[in-house]
Protein backbone atom coordinates (compact mmCIF):
# COMPACT_ATOMS: atom_id res chain seq x y z
CA UNK A 1 0.00 0.00 0.00
CA UNK A 2 1.18 3.60 -0.98
CA UNK A 3 1.07 5.59 1.94
CA UNK A 4 2.46 9.09 0.71
CA UNK A 5 0.82 10.81 -2.24
CA UNK A 6 1.08 14.64 -3.19
CA UNK A 7 -2.19 16.66 -3.15
CA UNK A 8 -2.27 16.80 -6.05
CA UNK A 9 -2.24 12.85 -6.62
CA UNK A 10 -4.84 12.38 -3.65
CA UNK A 11 -7.54 14.65 -5.67
CA UNK A 12 -6.57 13.25 -8.98
CA UNK A 13 -7.35 9.52 -7.13
CA UNK A 14 -9.67 10.88 -5.16
CA UNK A 15 -12.46 8.46 -6.17
CA UNK A 16 -10.22 4.96 -6.05
CA UNK A 17 -8.65 6.08 -2.46
CA UNK A 18 -11.61 7.14 -0.57
CA UNK A 19 -11.66 5.55 2.66
CA UNK A 20 -8.12 4.38 2.79
CA UNK A 21 -5.32 5.26 4.34
CA UNK A 22 -2.85 8.45 3.42
CA UNK A 23 0.01 10.53 4.11
CA UNK A 24 0.49 13.56 2.98
CA UNK A 25 3.70 16.14 3.81
CA UNK A 26 3.36 19.79 3.82
CA UNK A 27 2.81 23.17 4.97
CA UNK A 28 0.01 24.75 7.45
CA UNK A 29 -1.58 27.32 5.50
CA UNK A 30 -4.68 28.03 7.58
CA UNK A 31 -5.89 26.59 11.27
CA UNK A 32 -9.31 27.18 12.32
CA UNK A 33 -10.64 26.97 15.77
CA UNK A 34 -7.88 24.85 16.78
CA UNK A 35 -9.50 21.52 14.61
CA UNK A 36 -9.18 22.43 10.71
CA UNK A 37 -5.85 22.33 9.28
CA UNK A 38 -5.90 23.33 6.02
CA UNK A 39 -2.26 21.35 4.35
CA UNK A 40 -0.60 22.93 0.89
CA UNK A 41 2.47 20.79 -0.69
CA UNK A 42 3.16 23.03 -3.49
CA UNK A 43 2.26 20.22 -6.27
CA UNK A 44 -0.84 22.45 -6.52
CA UNK A 45 -3.05 25.11 -5.85
CA UNK A 46 -5.58 23.69 -3.92
CA UNK A 47 -5.34 22.63 0.04
CA UNK A 48 -6.19 19.45 1.50
CA UNK A 49 -7.98 19.97 4.85
CA UNK A 50 -7.26 17.47 7.79
CA UNK A 51 -9.89 17.52 11.00
CA UNK A 52 -8.55 17.38 14.07
CA UNK A 53 -10.49 14.83 16.66
CA UNK A 54 -9.60 16.66 19.56
CA UNK A 55 -6.42 19.71 20.09
CA UNK A 56 -3.14 18.39 19.21
CA UNK A 57 -0.69 17.69 22.19
CA UNK A 58 2.19 19.78 20.29
CA UNK A 59 1.23 23.39 19.23
CA UNK A 60 0.33 24.04 15.41
CA UNK A 61 1.38 27.42 14.19
CA UNK A 62 0.47 28.59 10.32
CA UNK A 63 4.16 27.87 8.43
CA UNK A 64 5.35 24.79 10.03
CA UNK A 65 6.11 21.92 7.95
CA UNK A 66 4.05 18.67 9.23
CA UNK A 67 3.17 14.61 8.16
CA UNK A 68 -0.32 13.76 8.11
CA UNK A 69 -1.11 9.87 8.09
CA UNK A 70 -5.29 9.36 8.11
CA UNK A 71 -8.19 8.35 6.44
CA UNK A 72 -8.99 9.92 3.23
CA UNK A 73 -13.05 10.92 3.98
CA UNK A 74 -15.55 12.59 1.49
CA UNK A 75 -16.88 15.61 3.45
CA UNK A 76 -21.09 16.16 3.95
CA UNK A 77 -21.18 17.34 -0.04
CA UNK A 78 -19.97 13.90 -1.21
CA UNK A 79 -17.50 15.51 -3.27
CA UNK A 80 -14.75 17.45 -1.45
CA UNK A 81 -12.41 15.31 0.48
CA UNK A 82 -10.50 15.81 3.93
CA UNK A 83 -8.32 13.58 6.29
CA UNK A 84 -9.34 12.42 9.85
CA UNK A 85 -5.71 12.08 10.68
CA UNK A 86 -4.38 9.06 12.74
CA UNK A 87 -1.26 10.37 13.17
CA UNK A 88 0.43 13.89 13.07
CA UNK A 89 4.39 14.74 13.04
CA UNK A 90 5.58 17.91 13.44
CA UNK A 91 8.82 18.66 11.16
CA UNK A 92 9.65 22.02 10.78
CA UNK A 93 8.84 24.72 13.16
CA UNK A 94 8.90 28.24 12.94
CA UNK A 95 10.50 31.15 14.49
CA UNK A 96 7.43 33.22 15.64
CA UNK A 97 8.65 36.49 15.77
CA UNK A 98 10.48 35.93 12.28
CA UNK A 99 6.98 34.22 10.41
CA UNK A 100 5.10 37.81 11.96
CA UNK A 101 7.66 39.70 10.23
CA UNK A 102 7.34 38.04 7.00
CA UNK A 103 5.23 37.35 3.69
CA UNK A 104 4.03 34.12 4.50
CA UNK A 105 1.98 35.68 7.23
CA UNK A 106 -1.63 35.21 6.13
CA UNK A 107 -3.11 38.67 5.19
CA UNK A 108 -2.46 41.09 2.13
CA UNK A 109 1.01 41.80 1.00
CA UNK A 110 1.67 43.91 -1.56
CA UNK A 111 3.75 42.25 -4.68
CA UNK A 112 6.33 44.85 -4.12
CA UNK A 113 6.46 43.45 -0.51
CA UNK A 114 6.57 39.71 -1.66
CA UNK A 115 9.73 40.87 -4.23
CA UNK A 116 11.60 41.89 -1.33
CA UNK A 117 11.47 38.01 0.26
CA UNK A 118 12.01 36.95 -2.69
CA UNK A 119 13.46 33.60 -1.16
CA UNK A 120 10.36 32.82 0.68
CA UNK A 121 8.08 33.59 -2.98
CA UNK A 122 7.38 30.18 -3.47
CA UNK A 123 4.80 29.14 -0.16
CA UNK A 124 2.39 31.82 -1.60
CA UNK A 125 -0.56 31.10 -3.32
CA UNK A 126 0.11 33.63 -6.30
CA UNK A 127 3.86 32.95 -6.98
CA UNK A 128 3.51 29.35 -6.48
CA UNK A 129 1.30 29.30 -9.21
CA UNK A 130 2.74 31.80 -11.57
CA UNK A 131 5.66 29.32 -11.58
CA UNK A 132 4.20 26.30 -11.98
CA UNK A 133 2.73 28.24 -14.72
CA UNK A 134 6.18 29.04 -15.65
CA UNK A 135 7.33 25.34 -15.40
CA UNK A 136 4.72 23.73 -17.73
CA UNK A 137 5.49 26.93 -20.32
CA UNK A 138 8.85 25.69 -20.19
CA UNK A 139 7.99 21.60 -20.83
CA UNK A 140 5.88 22.77 -24.20
CA UNK A 141 8.08 25.24 -25.15
CA UNK A 142 10.42 21.81 -25.72
CA UNK A 143 7.29 19.69 -26.85
CA UNK A 144 6.44 21.98 -29.33
CA UNK A 145 10.11 22.61 -31.02
CA UNK A 146 10.54 18.59 -30.52
CA UNK A 147 7.33 17.73 -32.60
CA UNK A 148 8.36 19.43 -35.29
CA UNK A 149 11.81 17.71 -35.29
CA UNK A 150 13.97 20.78 -34.14
CA UNK A 151 16.88 20.06 -31.80
CA UNK A 152 17.78 21.77 -28.43
CA UNK A 153 21.18 23.58 -28.51
CA UNK A 154 22.79 24.77 -25.76
CA UNK A 155 24.57 28.15 -26.37
CA UNK A 156 27.30 29.46 -24.49
CA UNK A 157 26.64 32.39 -21.90
CA UNK A 158 30.31 34.00 -21.36
CA UNK A 159 31.84 34.84 -24.95
CA UNK A 160 33.82 37.83 -26.83
CA UNK A 161 31.08 39.70 -28.71
CA UNK A 162 27.86 41.79 -29.01
CA UNK A 163 25.31 39.86 -31.18
CA UNK A 164 23.03 42.59 -31.14
CA UNK A 165 25.30 45.33 -31.27
CA UNK A 166 23.69 47.67 -28.57
CA UNK A 167 26.48 47.95 -26.66
CA UNK A 168 24.82 46.77 -22.89
CA UNK A 169 26.61 43.75 -22.09
CA UNK A 170 28.50 43.25 -18.61
CA UNK A 171 32.05 42.06 -18.42
CA UNK A 172 33.17 39.32 -17.32
CA UNK A 173 37.06 39.61 -15.55
CA UNK A 174 39.00 37.85 -12.96
CA UNK A 175 41.07 40.91 -13.00
CA UNK A 176 41.03 43.19 -10.21
CA UNK A 177 39.69 47.15 -10.17
CA UNK A 178 43.26 48.49 -11.02
CA UNK A 179 44.06 45.91 -13.64
CA UNK A 180 41.05 45.97 -15.14
CA UNK A 181 40.34 47.65 -18.87
CA UNK A 182 44.46 47.81 -19.10
CA UNK A 183 45.44 44.65 -20.32
CA UNK A 184 43.37 42.48 -20.88
CA UNK A 185 45.58 39.52 -22.45
CA UNK A 186 45.97 39.00 -18.59
CA UNK A 187 42.56 38.46 -17.94
CA UNK A 188 41.42 34.88 -17.34
CA UNK A 189 40.58 34.20 -20.96
CA UNK A 190 43.13 36.25 -22.71
CA UNK A 191 41.01 38.62 -23.99
CA UNK A 192 37.55 40.95 -23.13
CA UNK A 193 34.43 38.81 -22.09
CA UNK A 194 31.31 39.52 -21.80
CA UNK A 195 28.02 37.64 -20.66
CA UNK A 196 26.13 36.95 -23.86
CA UNK A 197 22.97 39.43 -24.84
CA UNK A 198 21.96 36.64 -27.21
CA UNK A 199 22.89 33.32 -28.44
CA UNK A 200 21.51 33.85 -31.88
CA UNK A 201 25.37 33.54 -33.92
CA UNK A 202 25.92 30.05 -32.37
CA UNK A 203 22.41 28.70 -32.97
CA UNK A 204 22.97 29.68 -36.76
CA UNK A 205 26.14 27.75 -36.98
CA UNK A 206 24.23 24.73 -35.31
CA UNK A 207 21.26 25.30 -37.80
CA UNK A 208 23.89 25.12 -40.45
CA UNK A 209 24.82 21.30 -39.55
CA UNK A 210 20.87 20.67 -37.56
CA UNK A 211 18.78 22.25 -40.01
CA UNK A 212 16.23 22.93 -37.46
CA UNK A 213 17.61 24.24 -33.90
CA UNK A 214 16.21 26.02 -30.90
CA UNK A 215 18.17 27.15 -27.87
CA UNK A 216 16.40 27.74 -24.67
CA UNK A 217 18.50 29.72 -21.73
CA UNK A 218 19.47 33.24 -19.41
CA UNK A 219 20.88 36.03 -21.39
CA UNK A 220 21.74 38.77 -19.62
CA UNK A 221 21.42 42.69 -20.84
CA UNK A 222 23.39 46.02 -19.16
CA UNK A 223 20.43 48.01 -19.89
CA UNK A 224 19.32 50.79 -16.90
CA UNK A 225 15.80 50.19 -18.34
CA UNK A 226 13.69 50.23 -15.02
CA UNK A 227 10.56 49.21 -16.70
CA UNK A 228 8.14 46.76 -15.80
CA UNK A 229 9.04 44.40 -18.64
CA UNK A 230 12.90 44.74 -18.79
CA UNK A 231 15.00 42.13 -16.82
CA UNK A 232 18.83 42.23 -16.54
CA UNK A 233 18.94 38.40 -16.79
CA UNK A 234 16.26 37.04 -18.91
CA UNK A 235 15.23 33.78 -20.80
CA UNK A 236 15.22 33.84 -24.32
CA UNK A 237 14.03 31.03 -26.54
CA UNK A 238 15.78 31.43 -30.09
CA UNK A 239 15.34 29.24 -33.11
CA UNK A 240 17.02 29.26 -36.50
CA UNK A 241 15.39 27.39 -39.78
CA UNK A 242 17.68 27.00 -43.27
CA UNK A 243 15.20 27.27 -45.94
CA UNK A 244 12.94 29.44 -44.59
CA UNK A 245 12.41 32.85 -45.66
CA UNK A 246 10.33 35.47 -43.54
CA UNK A 247 6.56 34.12 -44.05
CA UNK A 248 7.46 30.83 -42.95
CA UNK A 249 9.00 32.09 -40.10
CA UNK A 250 6.50 34.62 -39.28
CA UNK A 251 4.05 31.68 -39.30
CA UNK A 252 5.80 29.47 -37.43
CA UNK A 253 6.50 32.43 -34.09
CA UNK A 254 2.48 32.35 -34.40
CA UNK A 255 1.91 28.94 -34.13
CA UNK A 256 4.73 28.52 -31.27
CA UNK A 257 2.78 31.45 -29.09
CA UNK A 258 -1.02 30.23 -29.88
CA UNK A 259 0.08 26.56 -29.28
CA UNK A 260 1.92 27.69 -25.81
CA UNK A 261 -1.82 29.28 -25.10
CA UNK A 262 -3.97 26.81 -25.87
CA UNK A 263 -1.65 23.86 -24.16
CA UNK A 264 -1.33 26.09 -21.23
CA UNK A 265 -5.23 26.58 -20.83
CA UNK A 266 -5.36 23.30 -20.57
CA UNK A 267 -2.81 21.94 -18.08
CA UNK A 268 -2.86 25.24 -16.14
CA UNK A 269 -6.57 25.73 -15.79
CA UNK A 270 -6.56 25.35 -11.53
CA UNK A 271 -3.74 28.61 -11.97
CA UNK A 272 -5.38 30.37 -14.82
CA UNK A 273 -8.61 30.58 -12.75
CA UNK A 274 -7.16 31.49 -9.95
CA UNK A 275 -5.37 34.38 -11.80
CA UNK A 276 -8.30 35.61 -13.99
CA UNK A 277 -9.84 36.03 -10.27
CA UNK A 278 -6.94 38.80 -9.54
CA UNK A 279 -7.19 40.43 -12.97
CA UNK A 280 -10.99 41.02 -12.58
CA UNK A 281 -11.87 37.85 -15.07
CA UNK A 282 -10.22 39.37 -17.91
CA UNK A 283 -7.24 36.88 -18.09
CA UNK A 284 -8.68 34.04 -19.75
CA UNK A 285 -10.67 35.84 -22.23
CA UNK A 286 -7.96 37.59 -23.62
CA UNK A 287 -5.67 34.40 -23.83
CA UNK A 288 -8.79 32.55 -25.65
CA UNK A 289 -8.72 35.54 -27.91
CA UNK A 290 -4.82 35.09 -28.99
CA UNK A 291 -6.03 31.56 -29.87
CA UNK A 292 -8.73 32.37 -31.94
CA UNK A 293 -7.48 34.92 -34.11
CA UNK A 294 -5.57 35.45 -36.91
CA UNK A 295 -3.05 37.90 -35.63
CA UNK A 296 -2.50 41.27 -37.46
CA UNK A 297 0.09 41.98 -39.93
CA UNK A 298 0.96 45.13 -41.06
CA UNK A 299 4.44 46.56 -42.26
CA UNK A 300 6.15 49.05 -40.60
CA UNK A 301 5.82 51.88 -43.09
CA UNK A 302 2.06 51.24 -42.70
CA UNK A 303 2.40 51.68 -38.63
CA UNK A 304 4.04 54.67 -39.09
CA UNK A 305 1.48 56.78 -40.99
CA UNK A 306 -1.38 55.15 -38.94
CA UNK A 307 0.60 56.52 -36.08
CA UNK A 308 0.76 59.89 -37.49
CA UNK A 309 -2.75 59.97 -38.71
CA UNK A 310 -3.84 59.39 -35.36
CA UNK A 311 -1.68 62.23 -34.12
CA UNK A 312 0.23 64.93 -36.34
CA UNK A 313 3.84 64.14 -36.80
CA UNK A 314 3.70 61.73 -33.34
CA UNK A 315 6.68 59.68 -34.83
CA UNK A 316 9.41 59.76 -37.18
CA UNK A 317 9.75 57.55 -39.87
CA UNK A 318 13.17 55.53 -38.53
CA UNK A 319 12.26 55.71 -35.20
CA UNK A 320 11.79 52.82 -33.34
CA UNK A 321 8.22 51.72 -31.93
CA UNK A 322 8.57 51.99 -28.15
CA UNK A 323 5.98 50.96 -25.62
CA UNK A 324 3.94 54.52 -25.49
CA UNK A 325 3.65 53.61 -29.55
CA UNK A 326 2.54 50.13 -29.09
CA UNK A 327 -0.08 51.24 -26.56
CA UNK A 328 -1.46 53.96 -28.98
CA UNK A 329 -1.87 50.88 -31.75
CA UNK A 330 -3.46 48.86 -29.21
CA UNK A 331 -6.09 50.96 -27.25
CA UNK A 332 -6.74 52.99 -30.04
CA UNK A 333 -5.73 52.53 -33.70
CA UNK A 334 -6.65 48.59 -33.56
CA UNK A 335 -7.95 45.44 -31.26
CA UNK A 336 -6.61 45.55 -27.66
CA UNK A 337 -7.32 41.38 -27.65
CA UNK A 338 -5.32 40.90 -31.04
CA UNK A 339 -1.59 40.62 -31.38
CA UNK A 340 -0.11 42.48 -33.91
CA UNK A 341 2.85 41.80 -36.44
CA UNK A 342 5.02 44.57 -37.47
CA UNK A 343 7.34 43.71 -40.48
CA UNK A 344 9.92 44.94 -42.61
CA UNK A 345 11.66 47.62 -39.91
CA UNK A 346 13.76 50.01 -41.47
CA UNK A 347 17.56 49.10 -41.62
CA UNK A 348 18.92 52.00 -39.20
CA UNK A 349 17.21 50.44 -36.07
CA UNK A 350 17.79 47.05 -36.41
CA UNK A 351 21.16 44.56 -35.84
CA UNK A 352 23.55 43.86 -38.93
CA UNK A 353 22.49 40.26 -39.19
CA UNK A 354 19.30 41.01 -40.99
CA UNK A 355 18.61 40.40 -44.69
CA UNK A 356 18.17 44.18 -46.29
CA UNK A 357 15.50 44.56 -48.58
CA UNK A 358 16.25 45.68 -52.20
CA UNK A 359 15.75 48.97 -51.60
CA UNK A 360 18.53 49.01 -49.26
CA UNK A 361 16.50 50.97 -46.49
CA UNK A 362 14.65 48.45 -44.83
CA UNK A 363 14.68 45.03 -43.58
CA UNK A 364 13.32 41.32 -43.80
CA UNK A 365 12.14 41.71 -40.13
CA UNK A 366 9.33 41.52 -37.85
CA UNK A 367 8.52 41.71 -34.44
CA UNK A 368 5.28 40.42 -32.70
CA UNK A 369 3.57 42.62 -30.06
CA UNK A 370 1.08 41.27 -27.33
CA UNK A 371 -1.33 43.43 -26.04
CA UNK A 372 -0.13 45.23 -22.47
CA UNK A 373 3.48 44.03 -23.05
CA UNK A 374 4.26 44.76 -26.20
CA UNK A 375 7.43 42.98 -28.06
CA UNK A 376 7.53 39.52 -27.45
CA UNK A 377 9.16 38.10 -30.55
CA UNK A 378 12.02 39.64 -32.69
CA UNK A 379 13.37 38.00 -35.69
CA UNK A 380 14.02 38.12 -39.42
CA UNK A 381 15.65 36.72 -42.40
CA UNK A 382 19.34 36.44 -42.01
CA UNK A 383 22.25 38.06 -44.40
CA UNK A 384 23.45 35.09 -46.69
CA UNK A 385 26.15 36.75 -48.28
CA UNK A 386 29.07 37.01 -47.01
CA UNK A 387 30.37 40.49 -49.18
CA UNK A 388 27.05 42.38 -47.95
CA UNK A 389 27.71 41.05 -44.20
CA UNK A 390 30.92 41.98 -44.19
CA UNK A 391 30.06 45.63 -45.99
CA UNK A 392 27.19 45.67 -43.24
CA UNK A 393 29.67 44.91 -40.20
CA UNK A 394 32.21 47.73 -41.40
CA UNK A 395 29.42 50.11 -41.80
CA UNK A 396 28.14 49.64 -38.54
CA UNK A 397 32.17 49.99 -37.25
CA UNK A 398 31.75 46.57 -35.93
CA UNK A 399 34.27 44.03 -34.55
CA UNK A 400 34.45 41.53 -37.23
CA UNK A 401 37.71 39.57 -35.61
CA UNK A 402 35.75 38.34 -32.86
CA UNK A 403 32.21 36.78 -35.31
CA UNK A 404 35.04 35.64 -38.46
CA UNK A 405 33.53 32.05 -37.40
CA UNK A 406 30.41 33.62 -38.04
CA UNK A 407 31.60 35.13 -41.19
CA UNK A 408 32.26 31.89 -42.36
CA UNK A 409 29.64 30.29 -42.10
CA UNK A 410 28.53 32.13 -44.83
CA UNK A 411 31.54 30.58 -47.17
CA UNK A 412 30.53 26.91 -46.33
CA UNK A 413 27.18 26.31 -47.97
CA UNK A 414 24.89 27.89 -46.31
CA UNK A 415 21.19 29.11 -47.92
CA UNK A 416 18.80 31.13 -46.80
CA UNK A 417 17.35 30.84 -43.12
CA UNK A 418 15.58 32.98 -40.61
CA UNK A 419 15.48 32.91 -37.00
CA UNK A 420 13.86 34.36 -34.56
CA UNK A 421 13.96 35.09 -30.39
CA UNK A 422 10.77 34.79 -28.01
CA UNK A 423 11.07 36.52 -24.60
CA UNK A 424 9.79 34.05 -22.47
CA UNK A 425 9.63 36.15 -18.91
CA UNK A 426 7.36 38.28 -21.15
CA UNK A 427 5.38 35.43 -22.26
CA UNK A 428 5.21 33.99 -18.74
CA UNK A 429 4.28 37.72 -17.76
CA UNK A 430 1.90 37.99 -20.49
CA UNK A 431 -0.03 34.12 -19.81
CA UNK A 432 -0.15 35.09 -15.88
CA UNK A 433 -1.79 38.65 -16.43
CA UNK A 434 1.09 39.99 -14.10
CA UNK A 435 2.18 43.83 -14.26
CA UNK A 436 5.48 43.43 -13.63
CA UNK A 437 8.11 40.59 -15.07
CA UNK A 438 9.74 41.00 -11.77
CA UNK A 439 7.00 38.63 -10.96
CA UNK A 440 7.20 36.36 -13.19
CA UNK A 441 10.85 34.76 -12.39
CA UNK A 442 12.04 33.28 -8.91
CA UNK A 443 15.07 35.94 -8.95
CA UNK A 444 14.21 38.99 -10.68
CA UNK A 445 17.76 41.17 -11.61
CA UNK A 446 17.55 44.53 -12.11
CA UNK A 447 19.14 47.22 -12.04
CA UNK A 448 20.29 48.08 -8.44
CA UNK A 449 18.68 44.81 -7.68
CA UNK A 450 20.68 41.99 -6.92
O1 LIG B 1 14.59 41.67 -29.74
P1 LIG B 1 15.75 40.99 -29.08
O2 LIG B 1 16.80 41.84 -28.52
O3 LIG B 1 16.31 39.99 -30.18
C1 LIG B 1 17.44 39.23 -30.08
O4 LIG B 1 18.17 39.15 -29.14
C2 LIG B 1 17.62 38.37 -31.31
N1 LIG B 1 19.00 37.82 -31.29
C3 LIG B 1 16.59 37.28 -31.34
C4 LIG B 1 16.71 36.39 -32.52
O5 LIG B 1 16.31 36.76 -33.60
N2 LIG B 1 17.28 35.19 -32.35
O6 LIG B 1 15.20 40.05 -27.93
C5 LIG B 1 14.23 39.04 -28.20
C6 LIG B 1 13.08 39.14 -27.22
C7 LIG B 1 12.29 40.44 -27.31
O7 LIG B 1 11.34 40.38 -28.33
C8 LIG B 1 11.66 40.51 -25.93
O8 LIG B 1 10.50 39.71 -25.86
C9 LIG B 1 12.72 39.88 -25.05
O9 LIG B 1 13.55 39.11 -25.89
N3 LIG B 1 13.51 40.88 -24.33
C10 LIG B 1 13.51 41.06 -22.99
N4 LIG B 1 12.81 40.44 -22.01
C11 LIG B 1 13.04 40.84 -20.74
N5 LIG B 1 13.94 41.79 -20.39
C12 LIG B 1 14.67 42.43 -21.34
N6 LIG B 1 15.57 43.35 -20.99
C13 LIG B 1 14.47 42.07 -22.71
N7 LIG B 1 15.01 42.46 -23.87
C14 LIG B 1 14.43 41.73 -24.84
MG1 LIG C 1 13.76 43.32 -30.54
Redesign the pocket.
Known sequence: MKYYYTIKEIIKKKKKIINKKVRIKGWVKYFRNNLFLEINDGSTIKNLQVVLKKKNKEKINIGITIEVLGKLIFKSNNKDIEIIPLYIKIFGKIDINFFNNSILQNKYHSLSKLRKQSYLRFRTKIFSSIIRVRHNLSILIHNFFCNKNFFYINTPIINNYD??GAGNMFNVTTLNIKEKYKNYKKDFFGCKANLT??G?LE?ESAMLGLCRIYTFGP?F?A?N?NTN????E?W?V?S?VMFFKLNKIIKLSEKLIKFLIKKILINCIEELNFLNNYNNNKLINLLNNIINNKFIKISYNKVIKLLNNYKKNIIKWGDDIGSIYEEILFKKIFNNNIPLIIYNYPKIIK?FYMKINKNNITTKSF?ILLPYIG??????ERENSYKKLFLRLKELKMNIKNISWYLNIRKLGTIYHS?????F??LVQFITGMKN?RDVIPFPRYPKNI
Open positions: TEVSQAVRDSKHLSFMEEPDEIIGGSGFGLGDRI
